[in-house]
């Protein structure tokens, strides 16, 4: 305690170290949550929820968010925790995927290309034209997009997000494989495993090249 007269305050000077010191215990345990990598798998079917309330708060500031008068349930389930993961992008997003027919999906990919993430999308030839797919709404709004040559089909299902976060498993990002099937998805934030993924999506990419397309050459 201090007393007048002994030339210092030596209690204040040590609660304020000692305060500044938890202060920096806190700020660094809190560092050291949001570096912690991330760790996640997922199972499918996922259970019926709305998710419209979780789309419409991505869709950035201003955005009216409204509850949504549907009757099913708010809860966290695979979907909810995958469109989480999406939405985390700031920079950018790499999708390989088989079959995208997806809505509550194709919709984040589309709030993320409005909110200035670079969103690049390769896909299989043979059903990205089928009844419900998502390729041409992605497409429409300006999005990237790229489709084998009919060498084999495309069958890969991944993505990466802001190049350091890996998203696969078995799962087609389609309503039916969502809610219906068995599958399983893995989120991972590893570089040894997700840099690998990124070599491949860049290969495939560069090969999917609309200028290295057989009937353009056939043209010329």
Not at 82 to 92: K, Q, T
Not at 111 to 123: A, D, F, N, S, Y
Not at 188 to 203: C, G, T
Request: a positive charge; glycine letters at 8%; aromatic letters at 8%.
């Amino acid at each position: 305690m201090w007393v007048p007269g002994a030339g210092g305050r030596p209690g204040l000077a040590v609660a304020m170290a000692a305060a500044a010191a938890a202060c920096l215990a806190v700020a660094m345990a809190a560092r050291r949550w949001r570096r912690r990598p991330v760790r996640e798998v997922l199972f499918f079917p996922s259970p019926p929820s709305c998710t419209e309330e979780l789309l419409a708060e991505a869709a950035g500031p201003g955005a009216r968010v409204q509850p949504c008068p549907c009757p099913l349930p708010r809860s966290d389930c695979s979907l909810s925790r995958l469109l989480r993961r999406l939405l985390s992008a700031r920079r950018s997003l790499d999708i390989c995927l088989f079959a995208f027919s997806c809505p509550q999906l194709g919709l984040a990919v589309r709030l993320l290309h409005r909110r200035g993430v670079r969103v690049r999308v390769v896909t299989d030839e043979q059903y990205m034209g089928l009844r419900g797919s998502q390729i041409g709404l992605l497409r429409h709004a300006g999005i990237q997009v790229r489709h084998d040559q009919g060498h084999g089909y495309m069958h890969h299902k991944f993505a990466i997000v802001d190049r350091r976060m890996l998203i696969t498993g078995s799962l087609n990002w389609t309503t039916q494989a969502i809610q219906s099937n068995r599958e399983n998805v893995l989120v991972v934030e590893d570089a040894e495993y997700v840099k690998p993924y990124l070599d491949e999506f860049e290969r495939i990419w560069e090969e999917y090249n609309p200028t290295n397309n057989r009937f353009l050459c056939q043209g010329q």
